[in-house]
């Protein structure tokens, strides 16, 4: 079985330029978290998306968005860039939402803002 | 609301000593609790998790990890650590009873082992 991948693995953007990041879930896997990896901060969730329903959302700014699709892949979207949101994005995938099932991670895609 | 504290921000071993990377959580009901590694440049990496049964869970690569509710600690252990067993460790959390919570993580210990 593929693992998770997100694309692109790596990006550079100026400062008020949006974003759009890709992930692809575990073949059979509905739920796609997303988290921001940051050397001060760790892993700080951003949100989570189950049959194409966001079903819990982290304490961003409304510049950060999300969506799911039918099959499950998932994109999620900052608009608006600031320096402050380079980091690394790691998004996850599970069977269900809310289970003890372990998460599955994907690479990363790694956002420097200049 | 649950939160997972990892009071070390650095562990450095000796090749073959055992080694222990220390998790506290806080949660309202009955955790689930996992630990996770991560390698320069990669994604997380499952390494075990506790959700019910026997506190003395085993996982990958020859790690375990022993579950104490009067301690509400998950600490992380190795009885002979490898040089490739450097990298950054994540402990986490969910609550069992507070519904569809999010995961929420320590903010990782980076491990250095020592040749």
């Known amino acids: 079985k593929a693992g998770v991948t997100q694309t692109p693995r790596y990006l550079i953007k100026t400062r008020g330029q949006q974003v759009t990041l890709s992930c692809s879930p575990i073949?059979?896997?509905?739920?796609v978290s997303w988290y921001q990896q940051t050397p001060g901060q760790g892993l700080q969730f951003l949100f989570e998306y189950f049959s194409e329903t966001q079903r819990n959302k982290g304490n961003f700014p409304g510049r950060f968005s999300g969506r799911q699709f039918s099959n499950s892949r998932s994109e999620m979207n900052v608009s608006t860039l600031e320096l402050g949101d380079s980091a690394l994005y790691l998004c996850a995938s599970t069977e269900t939402s809310g289970s003890p099932n372990e998460q599955f991670f994907g690479p990363g895609t790694r956002l420097t803002v200049l | 609301a649950q939160s997972v504290a990892q009071p070390e921000d650095q562990v450095n071993v000796a090749e073959g000593n055992p080694l222990t990377v220390k998790c506290t959580y806080s949660?309202?009901?009955?955790?689930?609790l996992f630990w996770y590694v991560q390698y320069p440049n990669r994604g997380l990496q499952f390494l075990l998790k506790y959700i019910t049964g026997d506190n003395l869970v085993k996982g990958s690569y020859g790690f375990e990890a022993e579950f104490n509710k009067s301690q509400t600690s998950f600490h992380l252990k190795k009885p002979s650590a490898l040089v490739s067993d450097s990298a950054l460790y994540f402990c986490a959390v969910r609550d069992l009873y507070s519904g569809n919570t999010p995961l929420v993580f320590g903010k990782g210990t980076r491990l250095s082992v020592i040749a």
């Open positions: 949660v309202s009901g009955n955790p689930y």
């Open positions: 073949s059979g896997h509905r739920s």
